[in-house]
């Protein structure tokens, strides 16, 4: 024992049972953490002891610490006998610790909870008040729905007695009751619309909560309130005009809890039912411009007001009031209003849009505020404020804004500007600048989706391709390292080159730059090369220059010497591909011309699926997917010598021939749709199409072009079926 | 449509006085105490007094060394509630003249008391500190 500390000598010397407040100062001085635990668990200990010894006298402190104890985080089931056993005890102080500690330390799950009903029932009927008031407490605080059915009478019967502190506890029992057990509901009502004629406010508050519960749970109900409309607005324009009452008055508005209450029973009363509504009208514009709008009373009022309007058949000059409201409330500096009018506008804008657009700017303002709660739900409100009209300017001030927020927020801006230019950008071209805008200011926040989504559009959009890999060239000359920024570039050098090179399809107010063929491989080789660049974007780099092998002969010499860097990469994909392409170049630069041609243009509907499940939005194709052309013999070879290097192909490269595992012929496309839809997630299906191809239509080659497109396993493999397929739509 | 739970934190974290409106186990509570009073005692003064935390709204405010936050649920008039722990805090100040944390500490049953007396099953039901204070003001002359 001589490790003990000094300090827990001074536990077991102490008297069995200090005194509540020197426990505290126990508790209190412990400096440590592990120290505070020995404390409790000793206490416990003590508690543990007195109760099984059962100490009438000092019944009531142990609860009280038992209840500092749970408090703190302990555990405290073993005291919850003594909390019943001090509940049906005769002196005052004693309940009402019982009570605290029941409330405190039980909860309604608990079975212990049954044996408490009796001296409830015996204390709800006892004839001092407050011991009367007690029980309500209890009960309603953690009564189950047995407990309510046997008691429900007697609260019913309390809801009339002559005294108010019992009537307010009662009125607020029924609400647990009508909520545990709405069968009983019925029995309510009544009594409940007579405490609306009740002078205590403390009733009257307990009364609306009580009909406010009514209302939310049944129809029969909420049709006796509607009837009563007209009681509850004299109530409310009794409280707004009547003179100083000093009990219930806080800063000059008298009792803004009631008034806040009557507000919200007339927003069930008046949902949904014109006539309500008219009743209301005239006592909600009056709160609505007499209310002082200085003190944050005030302001509670007046949001509460403006959420009724919003709810009810309001006239169209009300609601206008009510916007001008939540108008003013954006203005003022005090963040917590602005928070609460922000909010309040997400709903109403659904409904009114026109008059919230007149505080665009105050919101787009509230967009770059410094607090996060702010800034949230200020962007929440733009994205629905967005529409054809008013999109370029708002994306102009959102992309601004990206340049100096923080990197949680974003995130969630890039996404929300991405899915907004998706969605209402008025022409092609603008929604390319904007996206190489947004991929230059937060290219690591830009989401997969949306990548695909723009190659895609690129890919549809014949005459802006020029324009798009130009631009795309310029900004990359201040390349940051950003993903997105460099997979599109990539692409687009790859598929494009030649068009960087000979300025086709220039567009007015373009700059004309001279870019050479090695340019365009350097900016390849730079992307490549760099440290910060993932394998995806490495692959897609290498892909790229293979393409270019063909559009730029003169410097194939230089690419086969990049990709030859990589055949011994540790990296399985790109290995694969450096070897696969570089065998091409070497060997077959015969059929390369034809096999590395411009892909078609990609299928939205194929692939948009994926995507609308990452960006969340619904694409608006009228706008920016033009009519996909078929697979047009562009530029197709003759198809007689293409037979023959089908076979030569075959035999060459000892390919084997995915061998006819289903050779019973399958008729025509509609097996093979089936097929395609079935196995639209598994990959490894996929290169068991070309079997069937030529038994197929055209529609069905390009959607199947688009699904390899998906799932670019074996690329080699990919593109000889691709040439495969155009051979044989060319037939 | 109700309040979840009225906290008192200092700022050290220690949690002060504890009244929760539905049920929760110890462990669950220590977990969502933790969590929010480090959301709140992270954000400065210019800050809005309004949190967002799981399915509950917070709306907290500091006096002196304590943090009154209250837990709602769904559509709560947030000034409101503001309003509401003004009037806590007056009913204290009026009852232990001055109060502090101490105060509250020491006469925790107390304070339990009066909070209950004003709020009930989420509801709040009382905000006259005249009737609040007359029960406990009552038991003390008996005792």
């Not at chain 1, 909560?209 to 509850?232: G, H, N, P």
């Not at chain 1, 529609?699 to 497109?709: F, G, S």
């Not at chain 2, 006469?107 to 709020?119: I, P, R, T």
């Not at chain 2, 029960?135 to 005792?143: A, F, G, N, T």
Request: charged share 20%.
């Amino acid at each position: 024992m001589l490790s003990v500390s000094f300090f827990e000598l001074k536990i077991w010397v102490h008297v069995c049972f200090i005194s509540f407040r020197d426990m505290i100062r126990l508790i209190r001085a412990c400096k440590t953490a592990a120290e505070e635990r020995a404390v409790i668990a000793k206490e416990c200990a003590l508690l543990r002891d007195a109760f099984k010894e059962d100490h009438q006298d000092y019944r009531h402190r142990n609860v009280a610490k038992l209840m500092f104890i749970h408090m703190l985080g302990f555990p405290t089931h073993f005291g919850q006998m003594e909390c019943i056993k001090l509940i049906a005890a005769v002196s005052y102080p004693e309940k009402r610790i019982g009570y605290l500690g029941l409330m405190l330390l039980l909860d309604e799950r608990q079975e212990v909870l049954l044996l408490v009903t009796n001296s409830l029932k015996n204390d709800i009927n006892n004839s001092n008040q407050f011991i009367t008031g007690l029980a309500l407490c209890a009960l309603g605080n953690i009564c189950t729905a047995e407990m309510a059915r046997d008691l429900a009478s007697d609260v019913e019967h309390l809801l009339q007695s002559n005294n108010a502190y019992i009537r307010k506890k009662a009125a607020l029992c029924a609400v647990r009751i009508v909520r545990k057990v709405p069968d009983l509901i019925e029995s309510f009502i009544d009594p409940a619309i007579r405490l609306l004629g009740d002078k205590h406010h403390g009733v009257l508050i307990s009364g609306v909560k009580l009909c406010i519960e009514l209302c939310q749970a049944s129809d029969v109900a909420l049709e006796q309130f509607r009837k009563q409309v007209s009681t509850v607005v004299r109530l409310l324009r009794n409280l707004v005009i009547s003179g100083y009452a000093p009990e219930y008055d806080v800063n000059g508005i008298s009792d803004p809890f009631l008034q806040i209450e009557l507000l919200k029973l007339l927003r069930y009363i008046g949902k949904g039912d014109a006539d309500s509504s008219d009743v209301m009208s005239d006592i909600l514009a009056q709160v609505a411009t007499n209310t002082e709008g200085n003190k944050n009373a005030g302001h509670a009022i007046l949001y509460e007001c403006v959420q009724t309007i919003m709810a009810i058949e309001a006239i169209g000059g009300l609601r206008v009031l009510a916007i001008n409201i939540l108008g003013r409330f954006l203005a003022f500096p005090d963040n917590n209003i602005r928070y609460v009018a922000l909010n309040t506008l997400v709903k109403v804008v659904s409904i009114d849009t026109q008059a919230v657009q007149r505080h665009r700017a105050t919101i787009v303002e509230c967009v770059k505020d410094s607090d996060i709660s702010i800034r949230r739900r200020a962007l929440d409100l733009v994205y629905n404020l967005v529409n054809e009209n008013n999109v370029k300017v708002l994306t102009k001030e959102l992309v601004e804004y990206l340049k100096v927020s923080d990197p949680e927020f974003k995130l969630d801006l890039t996404a929300k500007i991405a899915a907004l230019v998706q969605k209402f950008s008025p022409s092609q071209r603008w929604y390319f600048d904007q996206m190489i805008l947004l991929m230059v200011q937060a290219g690591q926040f830009v989401a997969e989706g949306v990548t695909r989504f723009l190659v895609i559009v690129i890919s549809n959009a014949s005459e802006l391709q020029g324009y798009v890999v130009r631009t795309l060239y310029r900004s990359f000359q201040d390349w940051r390292g950003q993903e997105s920024l460099a997979q599109v570039t990539v692409w687009c050098i790859g598929e494009y080159g030649e068009l960087l090179v000979n300025h086709s399809n220039e567009l007015q107010g373009e700059d004309p730059q001279t870019i050479t063929e090695s340019d365009a491989v350097d900016v390849v080789e730079t992307i490549l090369k760099d440290v910060r660049v993932t394998p995806i974007t490495q692959a897609f780099a290498l892909t790229a220059l293979l393409k270019l092998s063909s559009r730029f002969p003169q410097c194939t010499e230089r690419i086969k010497a990049l990709l030859s860097g990589y055949k011994r990469s540790h990296i399985l994909e790109l290995q694969q591909r450096s070897n696969e392409f570089e065998s091409i170049i070497t060997r077959h630069s015969s059929i390369s011309a034809s096999l590395l041609e411009r892909m078609p243009p990609l299928d939205v509907d194929g692939s948009s699926s994926a995507m609308e499940a990452d960006a969340g939005v619904y694409t608006n194709r009228t706008n920016l997917q033009q009519p996909s052309e078929a697979l047009s013999p562009k530029n197709m070879n003759s198809s007689a010598q293409a037979e023959e290097f089908t076979v030569n192909l075959l035999d060459v490269l000892s390919f084997q021939p995915i061998g006819n595992p289903l050779s019973p012929p399958v008729s025509a496309g509609d097996a093979l749709l089936n097929l395609l839809g079935s196995s639209l997630t598994s990959p490894s299906n996929v290169t068991m199409f070309p079997g069937f191809l030529h038994l197929t239509k055209p529609p069905m080659i390009k959607t199947w072009a688009t699904l390899q497109c998906q799932f670019n396993q074996n690329l080699l493999v990919y593109f000889l079926q691709l040439w495969h397929c155009k051979q044989m739509a060319s037939r | 449509m109700t309040i979840r739970f009225v906290l008192l934190v200092n700022k050290q974290g220690q949690t002060r006085l504890a009244q929760y409106y539905e049920y929760l186990t110890i462990d669950e509570r220590r977990a969502l105490e933790g969590e929010i009073v480090r959301k709140c005692l992270a954000r400065s003064e210019n800050q809005c007094s309004f949190v967002e935390h799981r399915n509950y709204k917070i709306i907290y405010r500091r006096y002196a060394s304590l943090f009154f936050l209250v837990g709602v649920d769904g559509e709560e008039n947030e000034l409101a509630i503001l309003e509401f722990i003004h009037c806590v805090v007056e009913t204290m100040d009026r009852y232990f003249g001055n109060v502090c944390e101490l105060d509250i500490m020491f006469h925790l049953e107390k304070a339990h008391f009066m909070l209950e007396e004003m709020v009930m099953n989420g509801c709040i039901v009382e905000t006259n500190k005249v009737n609040i204070l007359a029960p406990i003001q009552l038991m003390d002359k008996s005792s």
